[in-house]
T-cell receptor, first 115, second 114 residues
Framework: NAGVMQNPRHLVRRRGQEARLRCSPMKGHSHVYWYRQLPEEGLKFMVYLQKENIIDESGMPKERFSAEFPKEGPSILRIQQVVRGDSAAYFC?????????????FGPGTRLTVT | SQQGEEDPQALSIQEGENATMNCSYKTSINNLQWYRQNSGRGLVHLILIRSNEREKHSGRLRVTLDTSKKSSSLLITASRAADTASYFCATGPRGGGSNYKLTFGKGTLLTVNP
């Protein structure tokens, strides 16, 4: 039973480019969460998605950031026109359902470096 | 103010010794979880303790929860070099239907010297 998959593991982008981060949840999980970890910080909640629905995006920056979880395929976190401050590790987690939404299993993360 | 702050920030011990890390939080919680993160890697879920539980064991791990003091501790007994990692506590809020919104502290960096 594969765990949460994220790719790429490392991503380097120049300022102004777009970054697309992908996440495939654990088998049987339909709830996906994205978190961001700045250097020497804890993880900060960004967004909660179910298939074709954004449930809570209260942690997402107002501009340049968007997330989706289509009916088919992985969840995507998209950052447009990246800036140096976007450099961080982005983690995806998944959970089995509403009643266990706190029981989150994390992927290995994507480390984004903006040059 | 930050929910879920670990203490100490860093801890260095010898193999075989016990390691104790603490976590304090500020608001009412539904549960508290501990995670481990090896350098440059993802988070591994260690243990979950619910707000109505006081102590929980899993292998060499022992977690306590004191809701009156809003604090939790993680004890790793008979530590090994492979336990070297950062340890985070994460709290899930009580009520409001947002128990998915985990709040993490900055973590305790544990170094176990061979």
């Amino acid at each position: 039973n594969a765990g949460v998959m994220q790719n790429p593991r490392h991503l380097v982008r120049r300022r102004g480019q777009e970054a697309r981060l992908r996440c495939s949840p654990m088998k049987g999980h339909s709830h996906v969460y994205w978190y961001r970890q700045l250097p020497e910080e804890g993880l900060k909640f960004m967004v909660y998605l179910q298939k074709e629905n954004i449930i809570d995006e209260s942690g997402m920056p107002k501009e340049r950031f968007s997330a989706e979880f289509p009916k088919e395929g992985p969840s995507i976190l998209r950052i447009q026109q990246v800036v140096r401050g976007d450099s961080a590790a982005y983690f995806c987690a998944s959970s089995p359902g509403w009643d266990r939404a706190y029981e989150q299993y994390f992927g290995p993360g994507t480390r984004l470096t903006v040059t | 103010s930050q929910q879920g702050e670990e203490d100490p920030q860093a801890l260095s011990i010898q193999e075989g010794e016990n390691a104790t890390m603490n976590c304090s939080y500020k608001t009412s919680i539904n549960n508290l979880q501990w995670y481990r993160q090896n350098s440059g890697r993802g988070l591994v879920h260690l243990i979950l303790i619910r707000s109505n539980e006081r102590e929980k064991h899993s292998g060499r791990l022992r977690v306590t929860l004191d809701t009156s003091k809003k604090s939790s501790s993680l004890l790793i007994t008979a530590s090994r070099a492979a336990d070297t990692a950062s340890y985070f506590c994460a709290t899930g809020p009580r009520g409001g239907g947002s128990n998915y919104k985990l709040t993490f502290g900055k973590g305790t960096l544990l170094t176990v010297n061979p």
